[in-house]
Protein backbone atom coordinates (compact mmCIF):
# COMPACT_ATOMS: atom_id res chain seq x y z
CA UNK A 1 0.00 0.00 0.00
CA UNK A 2 2.44 2.20 0.40
CA UNK A 3 4.44 1.62 -2.86
CA UNK A 4 1.17 1.89 -4.54
CA UNK A 5 0.44 5.56 -2.48
CA UNK A 6 4.19 6.65 -3.50
CA UNK A 7 3.51 6.23 -6.95
CA UNK A 8 0.19 8.04 -7.32
CA UNK A 9 1.65 10.89 -6.01
CA UNK A 10 4.97 11.33 -7.51
CA UNK A 11 3.40 13.48 -10.75
CA UNK A 12 1.36 16.08 -8.59
CA UNK A 13 4.05 18.57 -6.86
CA UNK A 14 3.42 22.35 -8.28
CA UNK A 15 0.17 24.79 -7.16
CA UNK A 16 -1.12 23.92 -3.69
CA UNK A 17 -4.31 22.85 -4.84
CA UNK A 18 -2.86 20.38 -6.78
CA UNK A 19 -1.21 19.42 -3.58
CA UNK A 20 -4.29 19.40 -1.87
CA UNK A 21 -5.71 17.58 -4.70
CA UNK A 22 -3.19 14.79 -4.76
CA UNK A 23 -3.55 14.56 -0.79
CA UNK A 24 -7.41 13.82 -1.39
CA UNK A 25 -6.57 11.25 -4.27
CA UNK A 26 -3.77 9.65 -1.95
CA UNK A 27 -6.05 9.17 0.82
CA UNK A 28 -8.97 7.90 -1.56
CA UNK A 29 -6.53 5.38 -3.22
CA UNK A 30 -5.45 4.08 0.39
CA UNK A 31 -9.04 4.02 1.82
CA UNK A 32 -10.15 2.45 -0.99
CA UNK A 33 -7.23 -0.39 -0.81
CA UNK A 34 -7.93 -0.57 2.73
CA UNK A 35 -11.26 -1.54 2.28
CA UNK A 36 -10.58 -3.63 -0.74
CA UNK A 37 -8.35 -5.55 1.39
CA UNK A 38 -11.04 -5.42 4.33
CA UNK A 39 -13.50 -7.22 1.84
CA UNK A 40 -11.10 -9.30 -0.13
CA UNK A 41 -10.38 -10.90 3.54
CA UNK A 42 -13.88 -11.25 4.87
CA UNK A 43 -14.70 -12.54 1.62
CA UNK A 44 -12.31 -15.25 2.21
CA UNK A 45 -13.43 -16.54 5.84
CA UNK A 46 -16.55 -16.54 4.55
CA UNK A 47 -16.47 -18.54 1.59
CA UNK A 48 -13.73 -20.65 3.57
CA UNK A 49 -16.11 -23.74 3.94
CA UNK A 50 -16.10 -27.35 6.01
CA UNK A 51 -17.65 -30.46 4.75
CA UNK A 52 -19.77 -31.91 7.05
CA UNK A 53 -19.42 -35.61 7.53
CA UNK A 54 -22.58 -37.01 7.05
CA UNK A 55 -21.72 -40.63 7.12
CA UNK A 56 -21.65 -40.28 10.25
CA UNK A 57 -24.92 -40.99 12.05
CA UNK A 58 -26.58 -42.24 14.69
CA UNK A 59 -26.44 -45.76 13.54
CA UNK A 60 -22.45 -46.21 13.18
CA UNK A 61 -21.48 -43.02 15.42
CA UNK A 62 -18.55 -44.26 18.10
CA UNK A 63 -20.21 -42.01 20.87
CA UNK A 64 -24.35 -41.71 19.49
CA UNK A 65 -24.22 -38.41 21.15
CA UNK A 66 -24.20 -34.87 18.84
CA UNK A 67 -24.19 -31.10 19.25
CA UNK A 68 -25.67 -28.28 17.47
CA UNK A 69 -23.66 -26.74 15.34
CA UNK A 70 -25.00 -23.57 16.70
CA UNK A 71 -23.23 -24.41 19.99
CA UNK A 72 -19.98 -24.77 18.44
CA UNK A 73 -20.37 -21.49 17.09
CA UNK A 74 -21.47 -19.33 19.83
CA UNK A 75 -18.89 -20.97 22.06
CA UNK A 76 -16.12 -19.74 19.76
CA UNK A 77 -17.81 -16.17 19.89
CA UNK A 78 -18.10 -16.12 23.89
CA UNK A 79 -14.83 -17.23 24.53
CA UNK A 80 -13.21 -14.89 21.75
CA UNK A 81 -11.48 -18.19 20.48
CA UNK A 82 -8.53 -17.16 17.87
CA UNK A 83 -8.66 -17.73 14.54
CA UNK A 84 -6.64 -20.83 13.85
CA UNK A 85 -8.50 -22.33 16.89
CA UNK A 86 -11.50 -21.57 16.29
CA UNK A 87 -10.79 -23.64 12.51
CA UNK A 88 -8.89 -26.68 13.73
CA UNK A 89 -12.47 -26.30 16.15
CA UNK A 90 -14.84 -26.39 13.07
CA UNK A 91 -12.87 -29.02 10.83
CA UNK A 92 -12.69 -31.07 14.01
CA UNK A 93 -16.66 -31.48 14.18
CA UNK A 94 -17.52 -30.87 11.01
CA UNK A 95 -15.39 -34.16 10.16
CA UNK A 96 -17.35 -35.73 12.95
CA UNK A 97 -20.69 -34.58 12.01
CA UNK A 98 -20.76 -32.53 15.54
CA UNK A 99 -20.69 -35.84 17.16
CA UNK A 100 -19.31 -35.70 21.03
CA UNK A 101 -16.12 -36.74 21.30
CA UNK A 102 -15.98 -36.47 25.37
CA UNK A 103 -19.33 -38.07 26.12
CA UNK A 104 -21.19 -40.55 25.46
CA UNK A 105 -25.08 -40.49 26.62
CA UNK A 106 -24.15 -42.63 30.00
CA UNK A 107 -20.59 -41.03 30.77
CA UNK A 108 -17.61 -39.56 29.99
CA UNK A 109 -15.59 -41.71 27.59
CA UNK A 110 -13.05 -43.51 28.19
CA UNK A 111 -10.59 -40.90 25.85
CA UNK A 112 -12.29 -38.31 28.03
CA UNK A 113 -11.11 -40.49 31.71
CA UNK A 114 -7.20 -40.75 30.11
CA UNK A 115 -6.92 -37.02 29.21
CA UNK A 116 -7.57 -35.75 32.67
CA UNK A 117 -5.50 -38.21 33.92
CA UNK A 118 -2.61 -37.49 31.74
CA UNK A 119 -2.78 -33.93 32.28
CA UNK A 120 -2.78 -34.63 36.02
CA UNK A 121 -0.12 -36.66 35.48
CA UNK A 122 2.02 -34.10 33.28
CA UNK A 123 1.43 -31.49 35.77
CA UNK A 124 2.73 -32.83 38.79
CA UNK A 125 5.01 -35.20 37.20
CA UNK A 126 6.84 -32.93 34.82
CA UNK A 127 5.22 -29.56 35.92
CA UNK A 128 3.76 -29.40 32.24
CA UNK A 129 0.46 -27.37 32.52
CA UNK A 130 -2.30 -28.79 30.05
CA UNK A 131 -4.12 -25.54 29.22
CA UNK A 132 -7.00 -26.92 31.04
CA UNK A 133 -9.62 -23.76 32.06
CA UNK A 134 -10.14 -23.42 36.09
CA UNK A 135 -13.83 -24.43 35.04
CA UNK A 136 -12.68 -27.71 33.89
CA UNK A 137 -10.33 -27.99 36.41
CA UNK A 138 -13.11 -28.13 38.77
CA UNK A 139 -15.71 -29.99 37.02
CA UNK A 140 -13.33 -33.06 35.88
CA UNK A 141 -12.17 -34.73 38.89
CA UNK A 142 -16.57 -34.86 39.83
CA UNK A 143 -17.20 -36.33 36.40
CA UNK A 144 -14.70 -39.02 36.41
CA UNK A 145 -15.82 -39.92 39.85
CA UNK A 146 -18.90 -40.58 38.65
CA UNK A 147 -19.63 -44.16 36.69
CA UNK A 148 -22.87 -42.31 35.13
CA UNK A 149 -23.08 -38.75 34.46
CA UNK A 150 -26.36 -38.50 31.75
CA UNK A 151 -24.41 -36.34 29.20
CA UNK A 152 -27.26 -34.65 27.38
CA UNK A 153 -26.47 -32.40 24.23
CA UNK A 154 -28.84 -30.13 25.28
CA UNK A 155 -27.33 -29.60 28.77
CA UNK A 156 -25.00 -26.37 28.41
CA UNK A 157 -23.22 -28.07 31.27
CA UNK A 158 -22.10 -30.89 28.80
CA UNK A 159 -21.67 -28.91 25.94
CA UNK A 160 -19.61 -26.67 26.93
CA UNK A 161 -17.55 -29.27 29.26
CA UNK A 162 -17.18 -30.96 25.71
CA UNK A 163 -15.75 -27.79 24.03
CA UNK A 164 -13.68 -26.71 26.53
CA UNK A 165 -11.85 -30.47 26.91
CA UNK A 166 -11.37 -30.46 22.45
CA UNK A 167 -9.97 -26.48 22.59
CA UNK A 168 -7.43 -28.34 25.77
CA UNK A 169 -6.75 -31.21 23.41
CA UNK A 170 -6.05 -29.15 20.63
CA UNK A 171 -3.78 -26.56 22.70
CA UNK A 172 -1.80 -30.23 24.10
CA UNK A 173 -1.10 -31.43 20.87
CA UNK A 174 0.16 -28.74 19.36
CA UNK A 175 2.55 -28.24 22.44
CA UNK A 176 3.59 -31.43 22.18
CA UNK A 177 4.78 -30.95 18.41
CA UNK A 178 1.72 -32.35 17.26
CA UNK A 179 -0.51 -29.94 15.80
CA UNK A 180 -2.82 -32.79 14.01
CA UNK A 181 -5.38 -32.48 11.23
CA UNK A 182 -8.65 -33.55 11.99
CA UNK A 183 -8.40 -37.16 10.28
CA UNK A 184 -5.30 -37.60 12.48
CA UNK A 185 -7.03 -36.69 15.67
CA UNK A 186 -9.43 -39.43 15.38
CA UNK A 187 -6.85 -41.78 15.79
CA UNK A 188 -6.98 -40.55 19.55
CA UNK A 189 -10.63 -39.73 19.65
CA UNK A 190 -12.57 -42.08 17.03
CA UNK A 191 -15.62 -40.65 15.71
CA UNK A 192 -17.18 -43.86 13.53
CA UNK A 193 -17.65 -47.93 14.18
CA UNK A 194 -15.26 -49.67 12.09
CA UNK A 195 -15.17 -53.49 10.34
CA UNK A 196 -12.54 -55.14 12.53
CA UNK A 197 -10.42 -56.59 10.08
CA UNK A 198 -10.21 -53.55 8.12
CA UNK A 199 -9.11 -51.52 11.42
CA UNK A 200 -6.43 -53.83 12.01
CA UNK A 201 -5.29 -53.77 8.40
CA UNK A 202 -4.85 -49.93 8.93
CA UNK A 203 -3.81 -50.41 12.09
CA UNK A 204 -0.34 -52.88 10.68
CA UNK A 205 0.19 -50.98 7.60
CA UNK A 206 0.19 -47.62 9.00
CA UNK A 207 2.51 -45.14 11.22
CA UNK A 208 0.41 -44.49 13.74
CA UNK A 209 2.82 -44.87 16.79
CA UNK A 210 4.06 -41.73 15.42
CA UNK A 211 3.92 -38.65 17.67
CA UNK A 212 3.54 -40.99 20.80
CA UNK A 213 5.61 -40.75 24.22
CA UNK A 214 9.01 -43.28 23.82
CA UNK A 215 7.22 -45.30 26.34
CA UNK A 216 4.30 -45.26 24.88
CA UNK A 217 5.65 -46.15 21.52
CA UNK A 218 7.75 -48.96 22.64
CA UNK A 219 4.79 -50.61 23.91
CA UNK A 220 2.22 -49.71 21.03
CA UNK A 221 4.78 -51.32 18.58
CA UNK A 222 5.14 -54.76 20.91
CA UNK A 223 1.61 -55.04 21.08
CA UNK A 224 0.96 -53.85 16.90
CA UNK A 225 3.81 -57.10 16.11
CA UNK A 226 1.45 -59.28 18.20
CA UNK A 227 -1.67 -57.71 16.24
CA UNK A 228 -0.09 -58.78 12.96
CA UNK A 229 0.42 -62.05 14.03
CA UNK A 230 -3.48 -62.60 15.19
CA UNK A 231 -4.77 -60.47 12.26
CA UNK A 232 -2.64 -63.27 9.85
CA UNK A 233 -4.29 -66.23 12.03
CA UNK A 234 -8.01 -64.86 11.62
CA UNK A 235 -7.45 -64.39 7.65
CA UNK A 236 -6.70 -68.24 7.73
CA UNK A 237 -9.61 -69.09 9.50
CA UNK A 238 -8.88 -68.84 12.89
CA UNK A 239 -8.95 -71.50 15.42
CA UNK A 240 -11.17 -74.97 16.37
CA UNK A 241 -12.88 -74.83 19.44
CA UNK A 242 -11.22 -77.36 21.85
CA UNK A 243 -14.15 -79.60 23.69
CA UNK A 244 -14.19 -79.28 27.55
CA UNK A 245 -13.17 -82.28 29.61
CA UNK A 246 -14.52 -81.71 33.06
CA UNK A 247 -11.34 -82.97 34.34
CA UNK A 248 -7.50 -81.56 35.21
CA UNK A 249 -5.26 -83.09 32.88
CA UNK A 250 -1.41 -83.40 33.74
CA UNK A 251 1.75 -84.29 32.23
CA UNK A 252 1.53 -87.95 31.36
CA UNK A 253 -2.23 -88.66 30.93
CA UNK A 254 -3.54 -89.32 27.48
CA UNK A 255 -7.00 -87.73 26.70
CA UNK A 256 -8.84 -87.14 23.16
CA UNK A 257 -8.68 -83.33 24.38
CA UNK A 258 -5.29 -83.24 24.22
CA UNK A 259 -4.65 -83.92 20.41
CA UNK A 260 -6.81 -80.44 19.99
CA UNK A 261 -4.90 -78.85 22.47
CA UNK A 262 -2.19 -79.06 20.29
CA UNK A 263 -3.28 -78.20 17.42
CA UNK A 264 -4.59 -74.90 19.44
CA UNK A 265 -1.39 -74.05 20.12
CA UNK A 266 0.31 -75.09 16.95
CA UNK A 267 -1.53 -72.32 15.60
CA UNK A 268 -0.36 -69.27 17.83
CA UNK A 269 3.13 -71.11 17.96
CA UNK A 270 3.33 -71.93 21.64
CA UNK A 271 3.66 -75.79 20.36
CA UNK A 272 5.83 -76.41 17.37
CA UNK A 273 5.70 -80.05 16.79
CA UNK A 274 3.80 -82.07 14.04
CA UNK A 275 1.63 -84.01 16.73
CA UNK A 276 -1.94 -85.15 17.16
CA UNK A 277 -1.59 -88.10 19.11
CA UNK A 278 -3.68 -87.69 22.62
CA UNK A 279 -0.81 -87.97 24.67
CA UNK A 280 0.07 -84.86 27.14
CA UNK A 281 3.83 -85.17 26.84
CA UNK A 282 7.05 -83.26 27.90
CA UNK A 283 6.74 -80.56 25.16
CA UNK A 284 3.26 -79.64 25.17
CA UNK A 285 3.85 -79.39 29.01
CA UNK A 286 6.34 -76.44 28.50
CA UNK A 287 4.09 -74.78 25.87
CA UNK A 288 1.30 -75.20 28.44
CA UNK A 289 3.00 -73.46 31.13
CA UNK A 290 4.09 -70.26 28.76
CA UNK A 291 0.15 -70.49 28.04
CA UNK A 292 -0.98 -69.93 31.31
CA UNK A 293 1.88 -67.49 32.21
CA UNK A 294 0.60 -65.53 28.98
CA UNK A 295 -2.66 -65.63 30.82
CA UNK A 296 -2.07 -65.10 34.28
CA UNK A 297 -2.46 -68.61 35.84
CA UNK A 298 -0.26 -70.21 38.18
CA UNK A 299 2.70 -72.01 35.50
CA UNK A 300 2.32 -75.93 36.78
CA UNK A 301 0.95 -77.64 33.28
CA UNK A 302 -2.32 -78.17 34.65
CA UNK A 303 -5.09 -78.37 31.82
CA UNK A 304 -8.23 -76.98 33.34
CA UNK A 305 -11.38 -76.22 31.80
CA UNK A 306 -10.89 -72.43 32.75
CA UNK A 307 -8.11 -72.76 30.55
CA UNK A 308 -9.86 -74.00 27.70
CA UNK A 309 -12.42 -71.68 27.89
CA UNK A 310 -9.31 -69.09 27.22
CA UNK A 311 -7.96 -70.79 24.45
CA UNK A 312 -11.46 -71.37 23.32
CA UNK A 313 -12.14 -67.31 22.91
CA UNK A 314 -12.50 -66.66 18.99
CA UNK A 315 -9.99 -65.01 17.20
CA UNK A 316 -11.28 -62.31 16.30
CA UNK A 317 -12.48 -61.44 19.79
CA UNK A 318 -8.92 -61.38 20.51
CA UNK A 319 -7.95 -58.82 17.84
CA UNK A 320 -10.81 -56.93 19.21
CA UNK A 321 -8.63 -56.99 22.19
CA UNK A 322 -5.41 -55.58 20.97
CA UNK A 323 -6.96 -52.92 18.93
CA UNK A 324 -9.21 -51.35 22.20
CA UNK A 325 -5.75 -51.86 24.37
CA UNK A 326 -3.68 -50.12 21.52
CA UNK A 327 -6.55 -47.50 21.92
CA UNK A 328 -5.54 -47.25 25.24
CA UNK A 329 -1.64 -46.64 25.06
CA UNK A 330 -2.35 -43.44 22.75
CA UNK A 331 -2.81 -42.41 26.50
CA UNK A 332 0.18 -43.82 27.68
CA UNK A 333 1.70 -41.23 30.54
CA UNK A 334 5.63 -41.41 30.45
CA UNK A 335 7.58 -42.55 32.96
CA UNK A 336 9.54 -39.90 35.18
CA UNK A 337 12.95 -40.12 36.34
CA UNK A 338 13.03 -41.90 40.00
CA UNK A 339 10.80 -44.23 41.35
CA UNK A 340 6.84 -44.99 39.75
CA UNK A 341 4.61 -46.92 40.70
CA UNK A 342 1.78 -48.99 38.21
CA UNK A 343 -1.00 -50.88 39.30
CA UNK A 344 -3.10 -52.87 36.09
CA UNK A 345 -6.16 -53.40 37.54
CA UNK A 346 -6.65 -56.75 35.31
CA UNK A 347 -3.09 -57.96 35.84
CA UNK A 348 -4.11 -57.84 39.48
CA UNK A 349 -0.50 -56.39 40.00
CA UNK A 350 1.65 -53.57 41.14
CA UNK A 351 5.06 -52.51 39.37
CA UNK A 352 7.59 -50.48 40.92
CA UNK A 353 9.99 -48.82 38.75
CA UNK A 354 13.33 -46.64 39.63
CA UNK A 355 14.57 -44.70 36.58
CA UNK A 356 12.31 -47.51 34.45
CA UNK A 357 13.96 -50.19 35.82
CA UNK A 358 11.59 -52.46 37.42
CA UNK A 359 12.24 -53.03 40.88
CA UNK A 360 9.54 -55.70 41.97
CA UNK A 361 6.13 -56.52 41.45
CA UNK A 362 3.32 -57.14 44.16
CA UNK A 363 0.03 -58.78 43.65
CA UNK A 364 -2.31 -56.89 44.87
CA UNK A 365 -6.53 -57.03 45.35
CA UNK A 366 -8.14 -54.68 43.74
CA UNK A 367 -12.28 -53.24 43.72
CA UNK A 368 -15.16 -55.59 42.53
CA UNK A 369 -17.26 -54.87 40.23
CA UNK A 370 -20.05 -53.00 41.83
CA UNK A 371 -17.03 -50.88 43.63
CA UNK A 372 -14.84 -50.94 40.63
CA UNK A 373 -11.14 -49.43 41.52
CA UNK A 374 -10.88 -45.68 38.90
CA UNK A 375 -8.44 -45.72 36.75
CA UNK A 376 -6.44 -42.71 37.36
CA UNK A 377 -3.02 -41.05 38.44
CA UNK A 378 -1.82 -39.21 41.31
CA UNK A 379 1.33 -38.78 44.02
CA UNK A 380 1.70 -40.98 46.89
CA UNK A 381 3.11 -38.83 49.26
CA UNK A 382 2.33 -40.09 53.03
CA UNK A 383 1.96 -43.71 54.93
CA UNK A 384 -0.29 -44.18 57.79
CA UNK A 385 0.67 -46.76 60.17
CA UNK A 386 -1.69 -47.89 62.67
CA UNK A 387 -4.74 -46.45 60.95
CA UNK A 388 -8.47 -46.03 61.52
CA UNK A 389 -10.64 -46.76 58.98
CA UNK A 390 -13.17 -43.91 58.66
CA UNK A 391 -15.73 -46.22 56.81
CA UNK A 392 -17.93 -44.52 53.84
CA UNK A 393 -21.00 -43.48 53.91
CA UNK A 394 -22.14 -45.79 51.25
CA UNK A 395 -20.93 -48.51 53.11
CA UNK A 396 -22.62 -47.70 56.07
CA UNK A 397 -25.73 -47.49 55.06
CA UNK A 398 -25.43 -50.33 52.95
CA UNK A 399 -23.52 -52.94 54.98
CA UNK A 400 -22.63 -51.90 58.70
CA UNK A 401 -26.07 -50.19 59.75
CA UNK A 402 -28.10 -53.24 58.81
CA UNK A 403 -25.48 -55.27 60.70
CA UNK A 404 -25.82 -52.96 63.99
CA UNK A 405 -29.63 -53.59 63.81
CA UNK A 406 -29.54 -57.41 63.96
CA UNK A 407 -26.60 -57.68 66.39
CA UNK A 408 -26.33 -54.49 68.89
CA UNK A 409 -23.18 -55.96 69.97
CA UNK A 410 -21.70 -56.31 66.35
CA UNK A 411 -19.87 -52.72 66.78
CA UNK A 412 -17.66 -54.08 69.75
CA UNK A 413 -16.53 -57.12 68.34
CA UNK A 414 -15.75 -55.07 65.19
CA UNK A 415 -13.41 -52.56 67.16
CA UNK A 416 -15.69 -49.92 65.64
CA UNK A 417 -17.13 -46.76 67.60
CA UNK A 418 -19.50 -44.15 66.45
CA UNK A 419 -17.95 -40.80 66.18
CA UNK A 420 -21.07 -38.77 65.70
CA UNK A 421 -24.55 -38.49 63.22
CA UNK A 422 -25.17 -36.71 59.48
CA UNK A 423 -28.54 -36.96 58.15
CA UNK A 424 -29.64 -39.88 60.44
CA UNK A 425 -26.65 -42.18 59.49
CA UNK A 426 -23.98 -43.16 62.27
CA UNK A 427 -20.56 -41.80 61.61
CA UNK A 428 -18.45 -45.13 62.46
CA UNK A 429 -15.26 -45.47 62.44
CA UNK A 430 -13.00 -48.51 63.29
CA UNK A 431 -10.30 -48.31 65.77
CA UNK A 432 -6.18 -49.53 64.64
CA UNK A 433 -5.47 -53.66 65.42
CA UNK A 434 -5.29 -56.68 63.85
CA UNK A 435 -8.88 -56.80 62.41
CA UNK A 436 -8.63 -53.34 61.12
CA UNK A 437 -9.86 -53.77 57.35
CA UNK A 438 -7.19 -51.58 56.17
CA UNK A 439 -4.82 -53.68 58.36
CA UNK A 440 -1.67 -52.20 59.71
CA UNK A 441 -0.27 -49.61 56.97
CA UNK A 442 -1.99 -47.25 54.45
CA UNK A 443 -0.78 -45.32 51.69
CA UNK A 444 -1.99 -41.96 50.52
CA UNK A 445 -1.93 -40.66 47.24
CA UNK A 446 -4.67 -37.37 46.76
CA UNK A 447 -6.95 -38.18 44.10
CA UNK A 448 -10.90 -37.34 44.07
CA UNK A 449 -11.75 -40.91 44.57
CA UNK A 450 -10.75 -41.71 48.00
CA UNK A 451 -9.00 -44.42 46.91
CA UNK A 452 -5.65 -45.30 48.68
CA UNK A 453 -3.30 -48.75 49.44
CA UNK A 454 -3.39 -50.74 51.81
CA UNK A 455 -2.76 -53.77 54.23
CA UNK A 456 -5.79 -56.36 54.76
CA UNK A 457 -6.43 -58.99 57.46
CA UNK A 458 -7.58 -61.04 54.91
CA UNK A 459 -4.21 -62.22 53.45
CA UNK A 460 -5.90 -65.76 52.05
CA UNK A 461 -7.68 -63.83 49.04
CA UNK A 462 -3.73 -63.27 47.64
CA UNK A 463 -3.48 -66.97 46.88
CA UNK A 464 -6.67 -66.34 44.47
CA UNK A 465 -6.17 -66.27 40.27
CA UNK A 466 -9.06 -63.67 40.06
CA UNK A 467 -8.43 -60.86 42.96
CA UNK A 468 -11.21 -57.82 42.76
CA UNK A 469 -12.82 -58.17 46.52
CA UNK A 470 -12.31 -54.58 47.82
CA UNK A 471 -14.83 -51.76 48.06
CA UNK A 472 -12.31 -49.63 45.03
CA UNK A 473 -8.95 -49.44 47.35
CA UNK A 474 -5.86 -51.69 46.51
CA UNK A 475 -4.93 -54.16 49.20
CA UNK A 476 -1.27 -54.96 48.80
CA UNK A 477 -0.10 -58.43 49.35
CA UNK A 478 3.32 -57.04 51.09
CA UNK A 479 3.03 -53.38 52.77
CA UNK A 480 5.71 -54.36 54.99
CA UNK A 481 7.88 -54.91 51.79
CA UNK A 482 6.41 -51.38 50.21
CA UNK A 483 6.91 -49.36 53.51
CA UNK A 484 10.49 -50.20 53.82
CA UNK A 485 11.52 -49.04 50.09
CA UNK A 486 9.32 -45.95 50.38
CA UNK A 487 11.15 -44.98 53.41
CA UNK A 488 14.78 -46.84 52.39
CA UNK A 489 15.88 -42.99 52.27
CA UNK A 490 14.78 -41.71 56.06
CA UNK A 491 17.24 -42.89 58.32
CA UNK A 492 15.15 -42.48 60.84
CA UNK A 493 12.69 -45.05 59.81
CA UNK A 494 14.30 -48.81 60.23
CA UNK A 495 13.05 -51.53 60.16
CA UNK A 496 12.54 -51.72 63.91
CA UNK A 497 10.11 -48.72 64.00
CA UNK A 498 8.32 -49.23 61.29
CA UNK A 499 7.80 -52.65 62.94
CA UNK A 500 6.26 -50.55 66.39
CA UNK A 501 4.65 -48.07 64.16
CA UNK A 502 2.65 -50.83 62.30
CA UNK A 503 1.46 -52.49 65.55
CA UNK A 504 0.55 -48.84 67.67
CA UNK A 505 -2.55 -48.42 69.47
CA UNK A 506 -2.71 -45.03 67.59
CA UNK A 507 -2.03 -43.64 64.31
CA UNK A 508 1.22 -42.72 63.23
CA UNK A 509 2.18 -40.76 59.89
CA UNK A 510 5.47 -40.63 57.73
CA UNK A 511 5.40 -38.43 54.97
CA UNK A 512 7.63 -38.69 52.38
CA UNK A 513 10.82 -36.96 51.72
CA UNK A 514 9.49 -36.92 47.97
CA UNK A 515 6.11 -38.03 46.61
CA UNK A 516 6.51 -41.10 43.90
CA UNK A 517 4.29 -40.60 41.27
CA UNK A 518 1.12 -43.45 41.12
CA UNK A 519 -0.72 -44.70 37.86
CA UNK A 520 -3.76 -46.76 37.98
CA UNK A 521 -3.93 -49.00 34.21
CA UNK A 522 -6.54 -50.69 32.64
CA UNK A 523 -4.31 -52.91 30.28
CA UNK A 524 -6.50 -56.56 29.41
CA UNK A 525 -3.58 -57.34 26.97
CA UNK A 526 0.04 -56.10 26.29
CA UNK A 527 3.12 -57.66 25.21
CA UNK A 528 6.14 -57.95 27.95
CA UNK A 529 9.71 -56.96 26.94
CA UNK A 530 10.49 -60.24 24.67
CA UNK A 531 7.62 -59.54 22.72
CA UNK A 532 5.38 -62.19 24.29
CA UNK A 533 1.47 -61.49 24.69
CA UNK A 534 -0.05 -61.16 27.78
CA UNK A 535 -3.60 -61.38 28.21
CA UNK A 536 -6.32 -60.97 31.45
CA UNK A 537 -9.85 -60.87 31.49
CA UNK A 538 -11.62 -57.80 31.21
CA UNK A 539 -13.16 -57.72 34.81
CA UNK A 540 -14.95 -54.23 34.49
CA UNK A 541 -16.22 -55.01 30.84
CA UNK A 542 -14.37 -51.65 29.85
CA UNK A 543 -13.04 -54.15 26.89
CA UNK A 544 -16.64 -54.81 26.12
CA UNK A 545 -17.93 -51.51 26.42
CA UNK A 546 -15.23 -50.15 24.01
CA UNK A 547 -15.49 -52.98 21.44
CA UNK A 548 -19.08 -51.83 21.13
CA UNK A 549 -18.56 -48.41 20.44
CA UNK A 550 -15.44 -49.26 17.86
CA UNK A 551 -16.70 -52.08 15.94
CA UNK A 552 -19.48 -52.62 13.52
CA UNK A 553 -20.22 -56.11 14.93
CA UNK A 554 -18.55 -56.49 18.21
CA UNK A 555 -17.88 -60.29 18.74
Known amino acids: MYIAAHCFAAPYKTTARKHYGMKRFIFTAITTMFFLTACHHKSTQEKKTYIRNTAINIHNAYNNLFLDSAALEKFITHKNVGENDADVLRSFYYHRNFEFAWFARYRITEQGRAFWNLASYNTTSFKDSIAFSKILSKRLPDITAEDTVWASAKDTFFVSTELMLTEAFIHYMAKQGKPLAAEQLEQYLPAKKQDVMEATLRQITSNEAAGLNNDAELAYKQLRKVLEKYYAIAKKGGWQTVGFTGKKLKKGVTDPAIAGIKNRLKITGEYDVNDNSPFYDTLLYTAVKKVQAAYGYIPDGTITDSLLKDLNVPVQKRVQQLLVNLNRLRWMPEAVKGRLITANIPEYTLHVFDNKTKVFDMDVVVGKQSSATVVFTGNLNEIVFSPYWNIPTSIIKKEIVPKMQEDTGYLLRQNMEIKGYKNGLP ?21 SY ?106
Open 450 to 555: NIYFHDTPSKDLFSRRKRAFSHGCIRLSDPVKMAGYLLDNNKDWTPEKITAAMNSPIEIYAPLKHSVPVIITYYTAWASDNGELNLRDDIYGHDAETAEKMFTAAQ
Open 427 to 447: IVRQLPGANNSLGRVKFLFNN
